[in-house]
């Protein structure tokens, strides 16, 4: 607005981000809300095409037949258009084809309706309201400020980060921002083909990534020699495994000995029982991610930026939980529950972080009120079944699994 003051646009602006990460919710929340209606058309164009190049091939072949026997010397027949004619109608080709035309027509036309739906029919704030008092918690607007200044960082966008933080006014530990900058500038230069810098940090990080169980060095001088081994330079393949695969021998005999017996087939490795060893542009990509997930984890960091699985995460889950808030009467039904009124799927490898217990006995979930605790027999149970089983005359109770007797007091809360 152009009557608001100065200071009122300076504390709007970095909120202004959160705009544009709910525009990037939305488009992502609208593309899986069509995924499965395109999967659907994209089926049936298939099978209509695959149907189709069938019968006309079918066709083809006669019609071909029939051409070299009349090259050949042989007088067109009555026979002939009669056979032409009957594979024709005998298969129903024509009504066939019309009826695949009209069902595809159909799934195009309802994938349209679905382009056509707003996002905004999701009820978000009223399931991020529920959500919040379900936790007894209001936004921690600081928090959220952090976790936006900090995907700044990670992406690379410095000036944008120094200026989010500069007008959020949040205190961010700018010690993480060189290590964040060397790990960008690194992997700029693995985009570019040019390992040497990632060597160079990984030599120098060698403890840190053995601790870690990370053999991304490896790699890293393993890209290198398939580099010349793929442009041809036997020679200098060779030189380079003499003077860097050598003390990996170790741990990556096996690797190495493959490497070493691809040089045979140096200058045709596509038609070669090593054809896998021909570098393309996801062997750059995963070299790439599988570096900053090492950086990160030397850092004590996430391997994936915590803004960008929140996003991810609510994309995929907001058409679930937009269902479950309009078949739930009340919407605030599960405020009194740690836990979302249905189970989100499809979250990947991404949004798993812990294991979940169910206890046996129950066959409900551990929570933080109710963490699982083992008792002395060495089983494992909810805080709340023991202390169902608890007799409250002797404040012991009676193992379900076993004869084993325990008191509350000799459980150990466990920490997965």
Not at 130 to 145: G, H, P, V
Not at 240 to 248: E, G, Q, S, T
Not at 294 to 310: D, E, K, M, T
């Amino acid at each position: 607005s152009t009557q608001s003051t100065g200071e009122e646009k300076k504390l709007a602006r970095p909120y202004l981000v959160v705009v544009c990460y709910q525009h990037s919710t939305n488009i992502s929340l609208k593309r899986s809300l069509m995924e499965a209606p395109l999967q659907r058309v994209a089926k049936k164009q298939k099978v209509l095409f695959e149907e189709t190049q069938k019968q006309v091939g079918t066709w083809l072949e006669e019609c071909k037949k029939n051409l070299s026997s009349l090259e050949a010397g042989e007088e067109l027949s009555s026979k002939m258009i009669e056979d032409l004619y009957k594979l024709v109608t005998e298969a129903k080709t024509p009504t066939k084809f019309s009826k695949g035309q009209k069902e595809l027509h159909v799934a195009i036309k309802k994938f349209g309706k679905y382009i056509e739906q707003p996002c905004e029919s999701i009820n978000v704030p009223r399931l991020s309201r529920t959500a919040l008092k379900s936790q007894n918690n209001e936004l921690d607007r600081n928090l959220l400020n952090t976790a936006i200044a900090h995907h700044f960082f990670r992406e690379g966008r410095f000036n944008l980060g120094d200026a989010f933080v500069q007008e959020s006014g949040i205190e961010f530990p700018f010690w993480m921002k060189e290590p964040l900058q060397e790990m960008h500038d690194i992997s700029i230069s693995i985009t570019s083909r040019d390992l040497d810098p990632a060597i160079l940090w990984a030599s120098s990080k060698r403890s840190e990534l053995k601790s870690i169980g990370s053999d991304i060095e490896f790699e890293f001088y393993r890209l290198n020699y398939l580099k010349h081994l793929n442009d041809g330079h036997a020679i200098e393949a060779l030189s380079y495994a003499k003077f860097n695969l050598v003390r990996f021998l170790d741990d990556k005999s096996e690797e190495i000995n493959r490497l070493m017996s691809s040089l045979c087939f140096s200058g045709h490795l596509s038609s070669s029982p090593y054809r896998e060893l021909i570098l393309n542009d996801d062997h750059w990509k995963e070299i790439e991610i599988r570096f900053r997930g090492a950086y990160c984890r030397i850092l004590g960091l996430p391997r994936h930026s915590p803004l960008s699985v929140c996003v991810a995460s609510g994309a995929i889950a907001l058409p679930q939980l937009s269902k479950a808030a309009r078949l739930i009467k009340d919407p605030y039904e599960w405020e009194d529950s740690n836990r979302l009124p249905i189970p989100i799927d499809r979250l990947g490898p991404m949004g798993l972080y812990h294991p979940i217990f169910s206890c046996p006995v129950s066959k409900e979930q551990s929570t933080v009120d109710n963490p699982p605790v083992r008792i002395p027999c060495g089983h494992v149970l909810c805080k709340e079944t023991m202390t169902k089983l608890t007799k409250l005359r002797t404040n012991r109770y009676k193992c379900p699994y076993c004869p084993g007797e325990g008191s509350p007091g000799e459980a150990q809360v466990v920490i997965f």
